[in-house]
């Protein structure tokens, strides 16, 4: 337990196995540290990381503590674009443009909470509305908490279709902002290179678990629109 990528680690298994349930207290650092055999600081900085991943909640004076989640009986609504784009009146298209194993890069290493050696799944996919581009998608699935996977399955389907149907989805974070679009995002919204777009990233949960993290692309003028 040399490493903070090791102590996370540590303490995300047990969260997982329910040693430290929702809602409960975690070991102070100083206790942590002790128990692990490495020091404050290293414990620190893989706490600030789960914070900062949602997974656990620290608060002076009251201390760390598990995250409190749905029961795993509910399951996360999930946003579909399919919706989206018929919502507008427009003929609903899908296709995939890549399936394949992937060392995470370091955005997906940190909402999933793996090591940069453990490889995911990656999965491509462009929308269209009457032709055109509409949205294009890159997801970064954790192959060790998820149902077996194959590309077959994520032909036909979205794979956040795919994930609404198979994992008990509990609970999601999600972030905008806008960046320039490049490589096969920048071709399949059919916009140059550097463009500024629409960005979506949004990391979902099984109880404690990040098991998908996804990155959605939307072309310039494209309005988002939510309701309460």
């Known amino acids: 337990m040399n490493t903070w990528q090791s102590v996370r680690a540590e303490v995300m298994e047990r969260i997982r196995s329910r040693e430290w349930p929702p809602g409960e207290l975690i070991p102070t650092e100083q206790q942590l540290a002790v128990q692990l055999g490495c020091a404050r600081a ?30 795993r009986r509910t399951t996360l609504e999930m946003p579909v674009i399919r919706d989206e784009i018929e919502a507008l009146g427009a003929g609903y298209g899908y296709r995939l443009t890549g399936y394949e194993q992937s060392l995470p890069t370091d955005a997906a290493m940190h909402a999933l909470q793996v090591g940069p050696n453990d490889e995911l799944i990656l999965i491509k996919a462009q929308y269209l509305a009457n032709g055109l581009p ?88 494209h309005r988002l629109i939510s309701e309460d």
Do not use: M
């Open 134 to 221: 509409h949205c294009c998608e890159a997801i970064w699935l954790n192959p060790r908490s998820l149902p077996p996977l194959s590309r077959e399955a994520v032909e036909a389907q979205p794979a956040h279709e795919w994930l609404a149907r198979n994992v008990p989805l509990t609970h999601g974070r999600f972030s905008i902002l806008a960046e320039g679009a490049t490589g096969d995002c920048a071709r399949n919204l059919q916009v140059p290179n550097g463009t500024p777009v629409l960005t979506i990233e949004r990391t979902n949960w099984s109880d404690a678990t990040p098991v998908s993290f996804a990155r959605q692309f939307y072309p310039p003028r």
């Open 42 to 71: 290293t414990v620190n900085r893989a706490l600030r990381e789960l914070a900062d991943s949602g997974i656990i909640e620290r608060r002076r004076k009251v201390g760390t503590r598990v995250t409190t989640t749905p029961s």
